[in-house]
């Protein structure tokens, strides 16, 4: 159902008159200019329109912007709500291939106003989709891989909303969740199951009225294959029901949610009506329980046509023993799955002149091994029971399938009480004794014992490859019991023949999602394990699980350097085999004919693209990402850092971004730090903001030099950032290496090609406090990280507009959002800072790094020699320039003279510790970009944890932590991202270092 009025439009505005306005800085205010008040269309003249359409906004703008205007016309107050990682579809949620039923809970609200996730189908399939358990009004859309709205559910209020399609063709998705009003939790049900397992609330017939009917009409086609009433019985009562008005085949089912857990689960259909073509569907059940069911209309699977429908549903009270159908097996009612006690009421006689009823059965499930008990009570006359087991499925009572039996004379109740009754499909038949006639109630308890209701153990790293893990990989462990006893423990054991291996003890009835890291146990080495879960009650017995195979399989680990190299795969590597590339253009030569890869990335090569949909999927592994082959004899290859993969005939498949830029191939220092890799994953976000610490840019009109080579819409500016230097424009080419526009065949590729760069000149504009403070609360009026580039060195500068204390409580207090790439130094020979001290310590700004985990100085790493690979310009070896500032306060390098744009235009060789920073400020913006929820020394960490060790084994003072990776680092703050527990088992260098 569609609410036309939840498609309006909502506006941002931001107030330059609110009394807080100035703590923006000079740029923020800006943005709204005398005389665009007080008339509101007028106001909203520069203002991005967010709106509420069945588009979703485009990725990186700010999902939710709140305003109050008072009496004046005048903006008041602004309150932009905080940025997340799923907010996007850049960062959606990650559910894999759909194949049964996935589900999540999550929030939208006024500070996380949508969420999305993202999924893949293999093949054509029926899709369902319910949204529940809201407490204010959501709603959600399904959309295309290319962000187009394919359906949507707009319902009012907190109503359940759903949608269904009988064909969805194969590729990827998203569902976006969002907030219409208020703030909710919720639960999302997605699955390709048919019939639909998902019970959305879509109408809510409240508690039928005995002996009223009630009407409902609808409407079921391949956009609209499902249709779920909700309806309520205040007692015990019979049901009638009545699907009619049919011109195509439409089923119907009734339910019993007994777990109300919004799903359809095994034994939790009660009956079904299931007739061919247009023939009208019936049902009668008699003694339904007192509570909620539902009542599902659906297309059959095997028809594309539409259909209108009339559903009647009648319920009764009292005992309707005069048309009761239930006399034989066949026609036993089917009261489900017994687990807990249910009542019934009926009637039975041997008077053939005095509503004559032989027979009642009924039918019931038990999923697991159950207690069970009976009773038949409020007996007039002599009336017997039995519980039948129909072992052959020939619908008559056989010899020996009468189980057990009471049969006590007169009017004395009868029971039955068996304990371990094994799980399967039962009968109870009330039956008179000779000519008696009686009513009765008959009351069922079904309580399972202890045991494992389910369990299950798969790998973690989604390979899919479920039950096969590496050495040193991790298990997902699941498991539910069910039984009354008090569970003291639930332990899991690895056996391998003689050989049991406690992999962990865990307390409650139920786990989920448990990790277990393999890595901690050296007696699980490569072989066939059967995994099994014990649980220990309080009483001391002991239960234990069905059995799960696992293989665990060797793995081998070849690595590459910072230089462009071709490693090798061979069928010597084994099963498992892990690549990494690291720094350089690298190419992984498999030796393998392409008709010998089973899928990338979960994708066939015909499927995969490398630069769209190439890391949907990746597998988890000591705390990082990886690309996977998986090849058709089961033999899987792990990969990162590799720019090409070469096949046995020769042909390549090239994995990184290639821009066309005219200097693309000569930028050194994007190929030595696997930034290309990096691009796959991220080319930079608008949640993140860039900030040049510098000489400003030249904006002067009429001046010598200009912008261009970047965008100027990226750029925030004022007239305190002209570039008042008489040279090249050192600070112009900082962000040329940072934010240079890609893709338009001319200049050189930046960086980060889609943040905003805010600009400051501290060299004749602002100082450097006053530059920080605007630059920070510009970011924090739009909930985005801020990554600095300082291209300032020696000591004036810790007391540039304060003292160095001020200065440290401005970088202390900004943590949470600030990061500071500030260049090492040029202290040494050649440089021009000339400082005494340049073996031992960098200098000024960039010492802050040993007492504040957000601050990184850097090194600046020359190439002195290069080689050309696949056409471009890569390092065959390295060494840090003789002027750089080094010593045990150097946090890691990046490289320097790198090709840049200058101010007029010109190409040129940047080059000092100033190019390094900008170098290192761009990789650490695309860190953030896929991992919003980093502070600033979480991003710090993971760069210096995953980067390329250079000189010395280890930290040491001339390299610090080594190079910079962009790969490594993305992908690590993606694993961090998409799959916390399992990254966070790894933690400081991971396997990987």
């Known amino acids: 159902m569609f609410a036309p009025d939840k498609l309006t439009n909502r506006f941002d505005v931001c107030n330059p008159h609110s009394p807080n306005a100035g703590s923006l800085g000079s740029k923020?205010?800006?943005?709204?200019?005398?005389?665009?008040?007080?008339?509101?269309?007028?106001?909203?003249?520069?203002?991005?329109?967010?709106?509420?359409?069945?588009?979703?906004?485009?990725?990186?703008?700010?999902?939710?912007?709140?305003?109050?205007?008072?009496?004046?016309?005048?903006?008041?107050?602004?309150?932009?709500?905080?940025?997340?990682?799923?907010?996007?579809?850049?960062?959606a949620n990650n559910l894999g291939t759909l194949q049964g039923l996935r589900t999540a809970v999550n929030f939208v609200g006024s500070s996380d106003t949508q969420d999305y996730f993202r999924f893949h189908l293999d093949s054509t399939t029926r899709f369902n989709l319910s949204l529940t358990g809201m407490t204010a009004d959501a709603d959600v859309?399904?959309?295309?891989?290319?962000?187009?709205?394919?359906?949507?559910?707009?319902?009012?209020g907190s109503s359940d909303e759903a949608i269904n399609r009988a064909s969805l063709a194969a590729g990827n998705y998203?569902?976006?969740?969002?907030?219409?009003?208020?703030?909710?939790?919720?639960?999302?049900?997605?699955?390709?199951?048919?019939?639909?397992?998902?019970?959305?609330?879509?109408?809510?017939?409240?508690?039928?009225?005995?002996?009223?009917?009630?009407?409902?009409?609808?409407?079921?086609?391949?956009?609209?294959?499902?249709?779920?009433?909700?309806?309520?019985?205040?007692?015990?009562?019979?049901?009638?029901?009545?699907?009619?008005?049919?011109?195509?085949?439409?089923?119907?089912?009734?339910?019993?949610?007994?777990?109300?857990?919004?799903?359809?689960?095994?034994?939790?259909?009660?009956?079904?009506?299931?007739?061919?073509?247009?023939t009208a569907e019936s049902m009668n059940l008699q003694g339904l329980g007192a509570g909620s069911y539902f009542a599902q209309v659906y297309?059959?699977?095997?028809?594309?046509?539409?259909?209108?429908?009339?559903?009647?549903?009648?319920?009764?009270?009292?005992?309707?023993?005069?048309?009761?159908?239930?006399?034989?097996?066949?026609?036993?009612?089917?009261?489900?799955?017994l687990n807990g006690s249910r009542s019934f009421s009926g009637w039975v006689s041997g008077n053939s002149s005095y509503f004559y009823d032989a027979n009642d059965y009924y039918r019931f499930s038990l999923g697991t091994d159950s207690n069970f008990s009976l009773s038949l009570s409020g007996l007039s006359a002599d009336a017997d029971v039995q519980l039948i087991r129909d072992a052959n499925f020939n619908g008559t009572v056989d010899i020996g399938e009468v189980i057990a039996s009471s049969t006590l004379g007169g009017s004395f109740s009868e029971s039955i009480n068996l304990s371990g009754l094994a799980d399967g499909t039962y009968f109870i038949r009330v039956y008179p004794f000779g000519g008696a006639a009686t009513s009765y109630t008959l009351n069922l308890t079904g309580t399972p014992v202890n045991q494992f209701a389910s369990f299950s153990v798969s790998d973690a790293a989604n390979d899919g490859s479920l039950y096969r893990v590496f050495e040193d990989g991790a298990?997902?462990?699941?498991?539910?019991?069910?039984?009354?006893?008090?569970?003291?423990?639930?332990?899991?054991?690895?056996?391998?023949?003689?050989?049991?291996?406690?992999?962990?003890?865990?307390?409650?009835?139920?786990?989920?999602?448990?990790?277990?890291?393999?890595?901690?146990?050296?007696?699980?080495?490569?072989?066939?394990?059967?995994?099994?879960?014990?649980?220990?009650?309080?009483?001391?017995?002991?239960?234990?699980?069905?059995?799960?195979?696992?293989?665990?399989?060797?793995?081998?680990?070849t690595n590459g350097t910072f230089a462009g190299e071709t490693l090798n795969y061979s069928a010597a590597a084994g099963t498992g085999a892990v690549f990494l590339g690291?720094?350089?253009?690298?190419?992984?030569?498999l030796g393998l004919a392409r008709s010998s890869i089973a899928s990338i990335n979960g994708l066939s090569l015909v499927s995969f693209n490398p630069l769209t949909n190439s890391t949907w999927n990746q597998a988890f592994f000591g705390g990082t990402a990886f690309d996977y082959l998986s090849l058709t004899d089961g033999r899987e290859i792990y990969f990162q850092g590799i720019e090409n993969l070469r096949f046995s005939d020769g042909s390549t498949l090239e994995l990184q971004v290639r821009p066309n830029d005219t200097f693309y191939n000569q930028q050194w220092n994007l190929h030595v730090s696997d930034v290309s890799s990096a691009w796959r994953f991220t080319r930079g976000s608008s949640n993140v903001l860039l900030a040049s610490l510098d000489t400003g840019i030249l904006t002067a009109a009429g001046a010598t030099g200009g912008i261009t080579d970047i965008s100027t819409g990226r750029l925030i500016t004022d007239s305190t950032d002209d570039d008042n230097y008489a040279n090249y424009g050192h600070g112009h080419s900082a962000i040329s290496v940072m934010a240079s526009t890609a893709n338009n065949s001319s200049g050189v590729t930046g960086i980060n090609w889609n943040?905003?760069?805010?600009?400051?000149?501290?060299?004749?504009?602002?100082?450097?406090?006053?530059?920080?403070?605007?630059?920070?609360?510009?970011?924090?009026?739009?909930n985005q990280r801020v990554v600095f580039q300082g291209g300032i060195q020696g000591e004036g500068w810790l007391t540039s507009g304060g003292t160095q204390a001020q200065l440290e409580q401005l970088i202390r207090d900004n943590s949470d959002i600030a990061f500071f790439a500030i260049a090492a130094g040029n202290g040494g020979p050649g440089g021009n800072l000339h400082d005494p001290n340049y073996l031992t310590s960098v200098s000024g700004v960039a010492?802050?790094?040993?007492?504040?985990?957000?601050?990184?100085?850097?090194?600046?790493?020359?190439?002195?020699?290069?080689?050309?690979?696949?056409?471009?310009?890569?390092?065959?070896?390295?060494?840090?320039?003789?002027?750089?500032?080094?010593?045990?306060?150097?946090?890691?390098?990046?490289?320097?003279?790198?090709?840049?744009?200058?101010?007029?235009?010109?190409?040129?060789?940047?080059?000092?510790?100033?190019?390094?920073?900008?170098?290192?400020?761009?990789?650490?913006?695309?860190?953030?970009?896929?991992?919003?929820?980093?502070?600033?020394g979480q991003l710090r960490q993971v760069m210096v944890d995953t980067a390329m060790d250079l000189g010395t084994a280890g930290r040491d003072n001339t390299f610090g932590s080594g190079l910079v990776n962009a790969d490594a680092a993305v992908r690590r703050a993606y694993a961090l991202g998409r799959q916390y527990d399992l990254a966070n088992l790894y933690s400081g260098a991971s396997l990987f270092r």
Do not use: C
Not at 306 to 323: D, E, K, Q
Not at 493 to 501: P, Q
Not at 904 to 914: A, E, H, I, K, P
């Open 28 to 91: 923020a205010t800006a943005l709204l200019k005398p005389g665009m008040l007080p008339g509101l269309s007028d106001a909203l003249q520069d203002i991005r329109q967010i709106s509420r359409s069945s588009a979703p906004p485009p990725e990186g703008i700010s999902d939710a912007i709140s305003t109050s205007i008072i009496s004046t016309g005048l903006i008041d107050s602004i309150s932009i709500y905080p940025l997340f990682s799923d907010n996007y579809t850049f960062g």
């Open 141 to 156: 859309q399904l959309l295309d891989s290319n962000g187009n709205v394919i359906a949507g559910s707009y319902r009012g």
């Open 174 to 278: 998203y569902v976006r969740v969002y907030q219409y009003s208020g703030n909710t939790n919720y639960t999302l049900n997605i699955s390709t199951n048919y019939p639909s397992n998902l019970l959305p609330t879509e109408t809510n017939l409240g508690t039928l009225t005995s002996g009223v009917a009630s009407n409902s009409s609808g409407f079921i086609s391949t956009t609209n294959t499902t249709d779920v009433y909700r309806f309520n019985l205040g007692g015990t009562s019979n049901l009638n029901l009545a699907l009619n008005g049919l011109s195509a085949d439409v089923d119907v089912r009734i339910i019993r949610d007994a777990n109300s857990n919004g799903i359809v689960d095994i034994g939790e259909e009660i009956i079904r009506s299931a007739n061919g073509g247009s």
């Open 299 to 337: 297309q059959w699977s095997g028809t594309s046509t539409s259909s209108s429908y009339n559903l009647s549903l009648t319920a009764y009270s009292g005992l309707g023993w005069a048309t009761e159908p239930n006399d034989t097996l066949s026609n036993a009612y089917n009261l489900g799955t």
């Open 475 to 557: 298990l997902r462990f699941n498991y539910n019991l069910a039984g009354t006893a008090a569970i003291a423990s639930v332990r899991l054991e690895a056996v391998n023949g003689s050989s049991v291996t406690n992999l962990g003890t865990w307390y409650g009835p139920s786990l989920t999602n448990g990790l277990i890291n393999l890595a901690n146990f050296s007696s699980i080495t490569a072989g066939d394990y059967q995994l099994r879960a014990v649980a220990l009650t309080t009483g001391g017995t002991e239960f234990i699980s069905a059995t799960q195979n696992i293989q665990v399989v060797p793995w081998t680990r």
């Open 582 to 589: 690291r720094g350089g253009t690298d190419t992984l030569n």
């Open 755 to 782: 943040s905003n760069v805010y600009v400051t000149d501290v060299y004749g504009g602002v100082n450097l406090q006053q530059a920080i403070q605007d630059t920070i609360a510009y970011a924090r009026a739009r």
């Open 847 to 936: 010492k802050l790094q040993t007492g504040h985990s957000n601050v990184m100085s850097v090194g600046a790493l020359q190439r002195t020699g290069t080689a050309t690979v696949n056409g471009l310009t890569n390092a065959s070896s390295v060494d840090l320039a003789s002027y750089s500032n080094r010593g045990s306060n150097l946090t890691m390098v990046a490289a320097t003279d790198s090709p840049a744009m200058d101010k007029f235009g010109n190409l040129r060789t940047f080059g000092g510790t100033s190019a390094a920073n900008p170098n290192m400020a761009g990789i650490a913006s695309l860190v953030w970009s896929v991992n919003g929820n980093l502070d600033g």
